[in-house]
């Protein structure tokens, strides 16, 4: 759904995984210029996810994205505090997240230079 529409309209190359794990190995593998973690992943959780990406120094500066189904501002705010770039809900509209997405590559490719 997603990343169809990554692939399509926004020209990126995208990677998925079907559980915190896997997110967790392909990461290790292939590092990605950016990272889109539902929150409510199998296994390990999208939290948990970011907490090793983020505590690891050879992946800590990989931007990631929060994707969540619910408007709980206290666990988006749980992220953003545990260096999560940006948040995303599955009902955004198609050009916010778009927008969301470009924005935190922007970010930290200006951050790179």
Do not use: W
Not at 42 to 58: A, C, F, R, T
Not at 62 to 74: C, E, F, Q, R
Not at 75 to 95: F, M, P, R, V, W
Request: glycine share 6%; net charge negative; with cysteine.
């Amino acid at each position: 759904m997603y990343s169809d529409s990554l692939q399509r309209e926004g020209g990126f190359v995208v990677d998925t995984a079907s559980d915190g794990n896997e997110a967790l190995l392909k990461i290790a593998q292939a590092p990605p210029d950016l990272v889109i973690l539902d929150i409510s992943m199998p296994e390990l959780n999208g939290v948990q996810v970011l907490e090793i990406v983020k505590s690891d120094p050879k992946f800590k500066k990989i931007p990631i994205v929060m994707l969540t189904s619910t408007t709980d501002y206290a666990g988006i705010n749980e992220c953003l505090a545990k260096a999560a770039s940006n948040y995303i809900t599955k009902g955004d509209q198609h050009n916010e997240i778009m927008d969301k997405i470009k924005m935190v590559i922007k970010l930290n490719q200006r951050l790179k230079t």
